[in-house]
C-alpha cells in the first residue's frame, strides 16, 4: 500500500523490483482494486508524515526480502475474489474461512492462508482477554453509531443482549458473509524449478516437489559411505541384516539432519511468534483509543480521516520499527552461522565422549565420526574386539541425545509460536501434541532399527570370528569374496 498511495517509491520497493522482473508489470498495474482505495485516501493520511511511515514501511520490506530470501521467490498473476486474495496473499488479522478462502497444503506455493487463520484465533483469543477494556468502549461508539446505520443498531444490542464470546463469534459470522467479492487482479509467488541446457528450457512450476526429491537423493547420497563402511567391516552378507543397516542409516541421517534444522529454525520460530504476539497485543489499547474517538465524532465523513491520521502518525512508527526487528531476528547472519557451528561441535564431542566410555581402543578421529555416522561405524575393526555390546548403550544414548536436543531446544517455545511457524512453513494448521507423538514415535523407530541393526552386525561378526581372520580380497580373487567368506588359496575349505 506504500507503493500504491506513493507511487514515486516503486523504485525503492524490492517487490516492484521482483514483480517487474517476473511480470513486467508495475504494482500499481496489479493492485488495480487496492490502488483504488487509496486514491481515495485523503489528504490527511497522505501527507508528509504519512510519507515517512511509507518509508519505514519500505525497510520493514527490505528486512523481510533480505531474512526471507524473497528474491528467489517468483511471481504469477491470478484472478480471484478479493476476501480470498487477502487471506491468501496478505497477512491482514482478519477473520477467515477455511472452506471458502482456498486449500491448505502446497508448499511454497506462496499461500498464507493457514499462517492467517493460526494469527485471527491468537487475535480471537487477545479479544476475549480485553473484554474489560474493549467492550465499554465498543459499546460507547455503537451507541453513536447505531442513530446512523442499521449495522450499528444490531451491533449495539447485540453487545447488550449476548456474551462477548458470543458477540465475537456472531460478529465474525456476519463479516465472513458480508466480505467484498469483487474478482481482482492478483499475484501469488511460487519456488519453480529451471533447468537450463542450450536452447532446452525446463521448468517445473511446483518446484517443491522437485527440491525436496533432490534433496532425498544427496541424503541417499551421504548415507551410501556409511552403509558400504558398516557391511564390509561387519562381514554383514545376509539380505535381512543389510536391508537392517540400510533402514538404520536411512534413519540416523534423516534424524541427524531434522535434528540440527530443528535446533536451527527454534529461535526463529519463537521470535516469529513473540513479532506476532506483541504487534496484535499492540492494537488493543489503539483499538480502544479509536472506538472511544469515533464515538465523539459529529461529522464522521469529515473528522474520521484526520482522527485516522493522528492515530496512524503517532502509532505507525514505532509499529513498524518493532515489526522490523522481528524480521531481522529471523535472518541466518554470521553469528546464527557460529552458534550453529558451536553447538555442532558440542554434539561431535558429546557423540565422541559417549563412544570414548564404551569404545576404550578406538583413536580420537574414529571417536569424532561417531557423531555422524553412528555408533555401527566402530564395529568390526578388530577381530578380537568385543565391544559390540557397548554399541546397543551407545545406539540407545544417541536417540536419547537427539530428543533431548530437540526436546530442549523446543520446550520455552510457547503453543501459538510453533503453530504460526509451522503454518507458514507448511501453509497447514498443524497440532503441537500431533508433532510431539511423530517426534517421539521417529526416534523410537530409530532406537529399535539401530538395536536390530547391531544384533545382526554381531552375528555377522561372531560368524567371520569362527571362520578365522579374513584376507583383503585382490583383483586376482574370483568375483564375490569379500567379507572373509572364501578361504585363502591353498587352505583348507571350510565344511
Not at 100 to 108: A, K
Amino acid at each position: 500500500m506504500a507503493v500504491s498511495t506513493f507511487p514515486e517509491l516503486a523504485k525503492k520497493s524490492e517487490w516492484a523490483d521482483d514483480l517487474h522482473r517476473d511480470l513486467n508489470v508495475g504494482v500499481r498495474d496489479i493492485l488495480q482494486f487496492q490502488v483504488g482505495s487509496a486514491e481515495k485516501v485523503p489528504s490527511d493520511l497522505k501527507g508528509e508524515k504519512g510519507k515517512q511511515i511509507a518509508m519505514l514501511a519500505l525497510q520493514v520490506e527490505h528486512s523481510a526480502w533480505d531474512a526471507l530470501h524473497c528474491h528467489d521467490s517468483k511471481w504469477q498473476k491470478m484472478t480471484l475474489p478479493f476476501s480470498q486474495d487477502c487471506s491468501q496473499h496478505w497477512i491482514s488479522g482478519r477473520p477467515v474461512s477455511l472452506e471458502e478462502d482456498g486449500t491448505l497444503g502446497s508448499i511454497g506455493s506462496g499461500s498464507i492462508l493457514a499462517m492467517n487463520f493460526v494469527l485471527w484465533q491468537e487475535i480471537r483469543q487477545q479479544l476475549l482477554q480485553q473484554e474489560a477494556s474493549l467492550k465499554p468502549a465498543l459499546q460507547t461508539f455503537l451507541k453513536e453509531y447505531k442513530k446512523e446505520s442499521w449495522v450499528g443498531f444490531r451491533g449495539y444490542w447485540g453487545s447488550k443482549l449476548y456474551s462477548w464470546e458470543s458477540f465475537l463469534d456472531k460478529a465474525t459470522e456476519a463479516f465472513l458473509q458480508g466480505r467484498e467479492q469483487q474478482r481482482v487482479t492478483a499475484v501469488q509467488s511460487g519456488r519453480p524449478w529451471t533447468m537450463n541446457l542450450g536452447n532446452f528450457q525446463l521448468y517445473i512450476e511446483r518446484g517443491w516437489r522437485l527440491q525436496v526429491l533432490q534433496t532425498f537423493v544427496l541424503l541417499l547420497a551421504a548415507l551410501l559411505p556409511i552403509r558400504k563402511h558398516v557391511l564390509e567391516t561387519c562381514h554383514i552378507t545376509s539380505r535381512a541384516d543389510v536391508g537392517l543397516v540400510t533402514i538404520h542409516t536411512t534413519l540416523d541421517m534423516t534424524c541427524l539432519v531434522g535434528t540440527w534444522l530443528l535446533f536451527a529454525v527454534a529461535p526463529a520460530a519463537l521470535q516469529f511468534g513473540k513479532v506476532a504476539r506483541t504487534l496484535v497485543k499492540e492494537l488493543f489499547p489503539l483499538a480502544e483509543k479509536v472506538f472511544l474517538a469515533m464515538s465523539s465524532l459529529v461529522d464522521y465523513e469529515k473528522q474520521m480521516p484526520k482522527m485516522l491520521a493522528e492515530l496512524s502518525h503517532s502509532h505507525g512508527p514505532q509499529f513498524l520499527r518493532n515489526l522490523q526487528e522481528g524480521i531481522q531476528k529471523l535472518e541466518w547472519d554470521s553469528s546464527f552461522i557460529l552458534r550453529q557451528a558451536a553447538g555442532s561441535m558440542m554434539f561431535l564431542l558429546t557423540s565422541a565422549a559417549i563412544a570414548g566410555a564404551l569404545f576404550p581402543k578406538k583413536t580420537f578421529s574414529q571417536y569424532m565420526a561417531v557423531g555422524i555416522c553412528g555408533p555401527l561405524w566402530l564395529l568390526g575393526k578388530d577381530p578380537k574386539d568385543t565391544s559390540v555390546r557397548g554399541a546397543y548403550v551407545a545406539m540407545a544414548c544417541r536417540s536419547l541425545l537427539f530428543l533431548t536436543i530437540v526436546g530442549f531446544r523446543w520446550l520455552y517455545i510457547d503453543r501459538f509460536s510453533v503453530e504460526l511457524y509451522t503454518a507458514a512453513v507448511f501453509n497447514r494448521l498443524v497440532e503441537v501434541d500431533a508433532l510431539r507423538l511423530w517426534a517421539v514415535a521417529l526416534l523410537a523407530l530409530h532406537c529399535s532399527s539401530g538395536l536390530a541393526a547391531l544384533y545382526g552386525a554381531q552375528k555377522s561378526l561372531e560368524a567371520a570370528r569362527a571362520l578365522g581372520p579374513a584376507e583383503e580380497p585382490t583383483s586376482h580373487d574370483p568375483p564375490g569374496r569379500i567379507y572373509g567368506t572364501f578361504p585363502s588359496p591353498g587352505s583348507p575349505s571350510v565344511p
